[in-house]
């Protein structure tokens, strides 16, 4: 059995609902959702529950929840005699590892900062049968800090081949106009989330835009980003950025893009990065814990102190950035101007443009869906 909160934006949501078609043939495969209001992932063919037990407002509201939860889930394990139970995110951690039958707990840890709550990740190694993190960095720290017995790094998987299809498929009329005038475009994907890092992104943007005049920026995901659309102004180069909002194809819009940029200040496993690489532009990333140097580098171990530029063999390398917000346009940080000056090098070499977009198709294809497919059919 998989289990998820919502099938909504999201890079758990995806990866669960791709999760659950592949393993579908293979075995008898229930999907249980908190909710599916708002969901977007395509799971057709899949046996799904929908619990209808979406987020409660106020600590009450959430106690009560969490019960009603646990009574359903643990109500389906005994009649379906689930013999694994496999989380994605915290609050289907939590259910799950306050769940168990008789079947073996399985949570999964998509992103680092969840090993920042100490407390909420020694419960889930102590009542968990398996770990499962999305990098080699990550699963060596929930080995070393919280002792977890059995640990295992299994990558994303990115099934290159739709991505690569659905990148053909032409944009409306009205968002292809932001691509006419052949304006080199830095793109990025995500929420609207501090984690992502988005005004050390527009700030060295506005940065890269004085060297290159013509420059643009299309930042693709959920939110309004008012914030954001203020510092922009602030910085003068509104006109040039575009907060495309949710799209249901983005990849569509990243193959438009010139250069693809993460600013995250921490990930589990960036899968935004990879589905970047696999529509064939370069990109580059912020040394953030934990994934861009396991996907940049074959040695990921070679990825320094995150203090420096590195070329990697399939992107580059930035220094990690305060993750602290700053939406004063008159604040530029050092980081900010060395990933300026990094962006203005990838887009002025154009000798080398060739070279580092087949960088980028060849490293996507070694995150295979067969891979990721075979990795947790071998567990079973």
């Known amino acids: 059995m998989l289990m998820v909160p919502l099938l909504d934006q999201g890079g758990l949501e995806r990866i669960c609902a791709m999760t659950a078609k592949l393993l579908t043939p293979h075995c008898h495969l229930t999907l249980v959702v908190f909710s599916t209001k ?74 680092y900062g969840a090993l920042q709550d100490k407390n909420s990740m020694k419960r889930l190694c102590r009542r968990a049968d398996r770990v499962i993190c999305c990098s080699k960095v990550m ?102 950025v575009w907060f495309t909002g949710v799209q249901k194809n983005p990849f569509a819009y990243l193959k438009q893009a010139s250069l693809f940029v993460m600013t995250s200040v921490s990930e589990g496993f960036p899968n935004s990065l990879i589905e970047a690489m696999a529509v064939g532009i370069p990109a580059m990333s912020v040394n953030c814990k934990t994934g861009p140097a396991e996907i940049f580098l074959d040695d990921y171990r070679k990825g320094g102190d995150g203090h420096t530029v590195i070329e990697g063999e399939y992107g580059v390398l930035l220094p990690v950035i305060c993750p602290e917000k700053n939406l004063d346009a008159s604040v530029i940080e050092k980081e900010e101007e060395i990933m300026a000056e990094q962006m203005v090098k990838v887009l002025t070499e154009p000798e080398k443009l060739a070279e580092r977009k087949a960088a980028s198709l060849k490293r996507a294809e070694d995150f295979s869906v067969q891979a990721y497919t075979d990795s947790l059919l071998r567990m079973i």
């Open 38 to 111: 708002g969901m977007i992932y395509d799971v057709e063919g899949v046996d799904m529950i929908d619990l209808n037990l979406g987020s409660a407002p106020g600590k009450v509201g959430k106690a009560v929840n969490l019960c009603k939860r646990i009574r359903a889930i643990k109500k389906i394990k005994r009649e379906r005699n689930i013999e694994i139970t496999y989380s994605f995110g915290p609050t289907a951690n939590l259910a799950n590892v306050l769940t168990g039958v008789k079947d073996k707990i399985w949570v999964g840890i998509r992103g």
């Open 139 to 240: 699963a060596d720290d929930v080995k070393t800090q919280f002792g977890a017995k059995d640990v295992v790094c299994v990558y994303n998987p990115c099934d290159v081949e739709s991505i690569r299809r659905l990148a053909k498929e032409p944009l409306p009329a009205d968002s292809q106009k932001f691509f006419d005038e052949g304006a080199p475009v830095v793109a990025a994907m995500g929420r609207e989330h501090d984690v992502k890092g988005f005004w050390h992104l527009l700030k060295a943007f506005a940065l890269a835009k004085k060297k290159i005049p013509a420059l643009k920026l299309m930042i693709v995901g959920e939110g309004t980003f008012a914030e954001y659309r203020k510092l922009a102004e602030d910085l003068q180069v509104e006109q040039d």
